[in-house]
């Protein structure tokens, strides 16, 4: 089915994944238990890209661990039976590592992954679904589910002179960072992260931050608050006495001055001059990837994307969200271990219309029990 759309043979499916990250394929491995589905993932780059442009320091601040057999999933898996920690060989996954695990888990699983196929546009058909314009010709589908992430999609305009900026996004290897000194925008964790490789360089780092996002008194959500990963290497970070922080540092401006260099202000009135270029750890936009279809989704006033309790757009129905961006009322799924909670749940939705048997999603409490247990999500005291 696969070769013949890429020839041009096929132009319907029941159902196309844009994206072919961990939401991607760990909605695909879903779809595959429904029997009788026919469906691809279109990929613009290759499995797990999104991991593939990490700065070559970065890792995982969630650990992976073999615990599977006791019936707690590996934080980062997206399969039952697979485990990150196993096939990495390690705790705290690099950003290859982790790509390398998605494409393995793609090719055992024999998955439609269509690479270097971008989607450009999106037409929802009336009661029919939609047609997909990508780089490989256009595709008919009766559901789409999109999965196309925020790294691709970092914020780089966060402030008038954020142009001056490096954004973490565009950190290829701290490496090559190589002034004695840094300013690093943005307390949160890809700023820290920045802090913390340039520390471990021998630079010198000046941290401007809103808050302190390592409350010890909490909130104690990965998604609000710096992880414990990330708070233990902030504080050997500050032990070195080369990491200064700066707190109440809203930024409000960057820009160059005449002598070289850049001031950075803050809208307190304070500024700080910076021969080197500042680094920007501010974030990615609003809904990330899902801004490419942003008229098919509803969109909070704070900036969020509105959806059904099946992860449906409330505008366009057959229109699916998988992946970080996926939000009801507080509980924020912006981790692997929270989004892949809803996999089993599109899959069913969809599977249902299609009139599909879903029987084997119902996976009750087994090796994957923590996976659809989304109840413990609510009020969790753990
Ligand atoms: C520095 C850093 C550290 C992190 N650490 C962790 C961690 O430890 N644990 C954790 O759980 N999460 C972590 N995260 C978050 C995690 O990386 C994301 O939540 C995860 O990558 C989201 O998966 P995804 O599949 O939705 O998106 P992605 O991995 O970004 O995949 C989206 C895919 O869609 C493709 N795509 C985009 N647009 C199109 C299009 N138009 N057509 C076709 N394809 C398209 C992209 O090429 C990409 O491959 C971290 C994030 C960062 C930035």
Redesign the pocket.
């Known amino acids: 089915m696969l070769k013949a759309w890429v020839h041009g043979m096929i132009k319907k499916t029941d159902v196309v994944i ?9 909605v695909a491995l879903a779809l595959e238990k429904l029997p009788g589905i026919k469906y691809v993932i ?10 593939r442009r ?1 700065p070559t320091q ?5 650990p992976s661990f073999h615990s599977n057999p006791f019936g707690l999933a590996d ?2 898996a997206v399969s039952e039976s697979s485990s990150p920690a196993i096939f990495a060989g390690a705790e ?1 996954l690099s950003g290859q590592q982790y790509a390398n695990y998605l494409a393995f888990i793609a090719h055992q699983h024999g998955l439609p992954v269509v690479s270097a ?4 546009q999106v037409t929802p058909i009336n009661h029919e679904g939609f047609v997909l314009d ?1 780089e490989r010709g256009s595709l008919q589908a009766r559901f789409l589910v999109w ?6 999609f970092p914020e780089l305009s966060p402030f008038p002179g954020a142009q001056w900026c490096t954004h ?2 565009q950190v290829q290897n701290w490496q090559r960072f190589e002034a004695p000194d840094y300013t690093v925008i943005g307390g949160y ?2 700023g820290v ?1 920045a802090a913390v490789n340039l520390i471990k360089l021998g630079r010198s780092v000046r941290l401007l931050t809103r808050k302190c996002t390592w409350d010890p008194l909490g909130p104690y959500d990965p998604s609000l608050s710096l ?1 414990p ?1 990330s708070r233990e290497r902030m504080y050997a970070a500050v032990d070195t006495g080369r990491l200064d922080i700066l707190f109440g540092a809203d930024i409000v401006q960057v820009e160059t001055r005449k002598a070289g260099g850049y001031r950075i202000h803050a809208a307190d009135g304070r500024y700080w001059d910076d021969a080197q270029v500042p680094i920007l750890g501010t974030g ?1 936009r609003k809904g ?2 899902a801004q ?1 279809i942003a008229e098919l989704w509803q969109w909070t006033v704070s900036g969020h994307i509105a959806l059904t309790e099946n992860d449906e757009s409330t505008l366009v129905p057959g229109l699916f969200l ?4 996926v939000r009801h009322d507080d509980r924020i799924y ?6 892949r909670q809803r996999f089993s749940v599109i899959a069913q939705n969809i599977g249902q219309r299609l009139g599909l048997d879903t029987g084997a999603l119902q996976t009750g409490s087994g090796a994957w029990g923590p996976f659809g247990n989304e109840d413990c999500c609510e009020g969790c005291q753990c």
């Open positions: 844009v994206g072919a990250g961990p939401a991607g394929i760990g279109l990929e613009s780059h290759q499995v797990g890209e999104s991991f990490w970065t890792r995982l601040i969630t934080l980062n705290h196929c971008r989607v450009h990508s999965a196309t992430g925020e790294y691709q973490y996004a964790e890809s992260d992880s990963y990615f990330g990837g490419q998988a992946g970080p961006q912006c981790f692997i271990y929270k989004f």
